[in-house]
Every structure is written in structure tokens, then in C-alpha cells.
């Protein structure tokens, strides 16, 4: 069974606090995405990865950077948060082929007061 | 790059109606296509993935049509209930290295008893 785990579930920053958002996948997958969903938006994609020790901009990557450290695991950084930032994250993987479907996390709720 | 507009951004029917949801993409070259269920609260669920070459595929209890030619994709909930009740989504995969999915803005269905 395909899993995507993300953490935390649930984060409160301050606005100019750092914040890390953590993505795990068990799928054996090269791709890994970040997307935010709001209202209105669908999910638009932050930054992805082929693989480990890659890492590229999606549509809106301002404010974030990400880290991908292993093929498990892939990182968003909020350096300075802000709180148009104030977002659901969700983390998806993807073996990187077009007909593949991406597997999803189940999200991160961000409020950055 | 691709764009994908998703409509009704709001659907509310009675249980035993259809449900009709329709997404307009711009990428002529686009083949690979994607419905995912969103149920309250909770992460996104693949419904069916759609290859090019199908107009027309058929699921549990709904209908995916293709129409290249308008570059139109539509998902029909034939005989919907309550349990439907969900945001639905559509998702275009890019036709490029990437093969990130672009989202439409999503449907949000509710199924009345």
C-alpha cells in the first residue's frame, strides 16, 4: 500500500518564524511534490524533486524553499513566515512517469498569526 | 504553460441525480488525465486516471468523458448519494519532464437525502 505521511498534521507560527514541513513516502518513488490548496485555487505546486539532493520550483515558489535529503524524505521551508502562507500543504509522490498518479499526504494545516 | 478551468465551482443535487462536472484545459498535447475525491478534512483519493487514447471510461457508479477536440473533460456521477458529498478535482499532467499534475480550482458536491 502506497503511504505518505507529513508532520506536523497541524502547525501555529508566528509571523518571521521558520518553519519546516516534514514529507515521508514508503513508495519507493522518485518524484516528490509540495502543493498548497486554498479556497478557490485547487492545489498549486510549490517545488519538487526527481530524487535525492534535487530539488526544483513549481508555480509558486516564492517564500519556500525545500530540502530533499534521502529518497524518503522531502522538506518545505518557510524561512520568514508569513501569513499569506497561512495554507493546507500537501505533500504527494510520483514514480515520475506521466500516466502514474501522484499518491497524497494527508496535509499540514499552517496558521501563521 | 497548461491551464485547467474546472466548473461548477459549486453542485448541489438530489440523491438519485446525476452530478455533471466539467474541465476545460489549454495543452492540445496533454494525454494523461486525473479525477481525485476530496472528502471533507481529509487528503486527496484518485478516482480515475484517463489516457488519451479512451474517450469514454466507466467507474463505480460514475462516467469520465474526453473530448480532445474541445480539450474537455467531464466526470458524471450517475445516481449520486449522500456519500458523494466531496470536492472533486480534476488534474492535467504536463506534458514535460516534470509531470506535474495542474489542478482545476475544484468542484465542491453536495448530495441532499
Known amino acids: 500500500e502506497a503511504a505518505v505521511t507529513q508532520s506536523p498534521r497541524n502547525k501555529v507560527a508566528v509571523t518571521g518564524g521558520k518553519v519546516t514541513l516534514s514529507c515521508n513516502q514508503t513508495?519507493?518513488?522518485?518524484?516528490m511534490y509540495w502543493y498548497r490548496q486554498d479556497t478557490g485555487h485547487g492545489l498549486r505546486l510549490i517545488h519538487y524533486?526527481?530524487?535525492?539532493?534535487?530539488?526544483e520550483k513549481g508555480d509558486i515558489p516564492d517564500g519556500y524553499k525545500a530540502s530533499r535529503p534521502s529518497q524518503e524524505n522531502f522538506s518545505l521551508i518557510l524561512e520568514l513566515a508569513t501569513p499569506s502562507q497561512t495554507s493546507v500543504y500537501f505533500c504527494?509522490?510520483?514514480?515520475?512517469?506521466?500516466?502514474?498518479?501522484?499518491?497524497f499526504g494527508p496535509g499540514t494545516r499552517l496558521t501563521v498569526l | 504553460g497548461e491551464q485547467v478551468e474546472q466548473r461548477p465551482p459549486h453542485l448541489s443535487v438530489r440523491e438519485g441525480d446525476s452530478a455533471f462536472i466539467t474541465c476545460t484545459y489549454t495543452?492540445?498535447?496533454?494525454?494523461?488525465f486525473f479525477w481525485y475525491k476530496q472528502e471533507p478534512g481529509a487528503s486527496l483519493q484518485l478516482l480515475m486516471k484517463?489516457?488519451?487514447?479512451?474517450e469514454i471510461n466507466e467507474g463505480q457508479g460514475f462516467t469520465v468523458l474526453l473530448n480532445k477536440k474541445d480539450t474537455r473533460l467531464s466526470l458524471n456521477l450517475t445516481a449520486a448519494h449522500p456519500g458523494d458529498s466531496a470536492a472533486y478535482f480534476c488534474?492535467?499532467?504536463?506534458?514535460?519532464?516534470?509531470?506535474?499534475?495542474?489542478f482545476g480550482s475544484g468542484t465542491q458536491l453536495t448530495v441532499m437525502p
Open positions: 504527494a509522490s510520483g514514480d515520475g512517469t506521466g500516466y502514474a498518479e501522484q499518491f
Open positions: 513508495n519507493n518513488h522518485n518524484n
Open positions: 524533486s526527481y530524487g535525492a539532493g534535487s530539488t
Open positions: 495543452d492540445p498535447n496533454s494525454y494523461y
Open positions: 484517463v489516457f488519451s487514447s479512451t
Open positions: 488534474a492535467v499532467s504536463a506534458s514535460s519532464g516534470s509531470w506535474q499534475l495542474i
